[in-house]
């Protein structure tokens, strides 16, 4: 049984906490957040108990450490709870300044604890069942890469300041899935983004509609598009054209009824949110954490990973900037 101390109870905080309670190897034993209604909202509820941050990273009845507090808090926590000796699970992005996210790895792995940045949709099954056939090399060599990454909405423009933007905020979950898939690292990166959907998002000196494509040493090249206005519903797919063929996923949709007429086929709506849509991958990465943990095995996404899609997402903001191709720092 591992027991655990959450950071953060907001969305995602709530998230991985009551996943934590329903899982067999896990113990929730005490938890935190900024607004302690949120604390004592998620505490009523999972029968954690309301601590400090300090104390929790300092409780000796907890082993590991799950960060979900906002993007200008992981870097310290990282250090914090790795100099503890804590085994630690952080949301993405791990900071906003790679110079910043790198020293906080390194802290990590001089403290030799374990490190895994939670890029969900390496877990979600049916992401992970392509990535598996694309290495056992069911269509040959990877070619094209084609992500297609919509919200329904965009958040609140309060939300947009303080988020380092589309490319390290939103991006960043794509850059990762491109490296996943890819096998390989993107060498090259360029980069458009638009002001489509919210102006106020524009005047926050944002974009909300973004195509990037990545080059890699091959010659293999991934194309990614992004935006936050996608009417009907969280909007994610993925083709891949290889030399014997082509994989893809879809949607997934509220219900698989279709009603046939002679006007047509209609289907249900598809999910709406991420957290509907990559509910099982949140549930499964979950579990690969605490089974790394069982296992003594380092896990993954590694602080490596989430040190990489930040790259991206920088030489893909520098290439919007500059409208010019971007070499990605190794």
Excluded: W
């Excluded at 069911?138 to 423009?157: F, H, N, Y």
């Excluded at 489509?196 to 194309?223: F, H």
């Excluded at 083709?239 to 249900?268: C, D």
Aim: charged share 25%; glycine share 8%.
């Amino acid at each position: 049984m591992y027991r655990l101390g959450l950071i953060g109870a907001g969305r995602i905080g709530i998230i991985h906490g009551l996943n934590a309670v329903a899982h067999p190897k896990a113990q929730l034993v005490a938890l935190t957040d900024a607004d302690p209604v949120a604390a004592d909202s998620l505490a009523a509820r999972t029968g954690a108990a309301v601590r400090t941050t300090e104390e929790i990273i300092a409780s000796p009845d907890i082993d590991a450490i799950l960060i979900c507090s906002p993007t200008d808090t992981h870097s310290d926590l990282i250090e914090q709870s790795a100099r503890a000796g804590k085994a630690i699970f952080c949301e993405k992005p791990i900071d906003l300044s790679v110079e910043r996210a790198a020293r906080a790895v390194a802290v990590a792995e001089e403290a030799k604890v374990p490190l895994m940045i939670a890029f969900q949709r390496r877990f979600d099954p049916h992401l992970s069942t392509l990535q598996r056939q694309l290495r056992d090399g069911v269509i040959g060599q990877t070619e094209i890469i084609t992500i297609m990454s919509r919200d329904p909405a965009p958040p609140p423009v309060s939300y947009i300041k303080r988020s380092g933007g589309l490319y390290r905020d939103a991006m960043i979950h794509d850059f990762d899935e491109a490296r996943f898939l890819l096998g390989e690292e993107p060498v090259e990166v360029f980069a458009l983004g638009s002001c489509m959907v919210d102006p106020a998002i524009g005047e926050a000196g944002d974009v909300d509609t973004a195509a990037v494509l990545l080059r890699t040493a091959s010659g293999a090249i991934c194309q990614i598009s992004v935006s936050r206005r996608a009417t009907y519903g969280h909007d994610q797919r993925v083709e891949v054209l290889g030399s014997k063929g082509l994989l893809r996923t879809g949607n997934i949709h509220e219900t698989t009824v279709e009603h046939a007429s002679s006007s047509g086929f209609l289907q249900a709506p598809v999910l709406n949110f991420f957290l509907e849509r990559y509910a099982a991958a949140y549930k499964i990465e979950l579990d690969a954490f605490l089974e790394h943990l069982e296992k003594g095995t380092s896990p993954t996404p590694t602080g490596y990973d989430g040190l990489m899609a930040l790259r991206i997402a920088d030489a893909a903001t520098k290439s919007r900037e500059t409208g010019l191709p971007v070499r990605v720092q190794a």
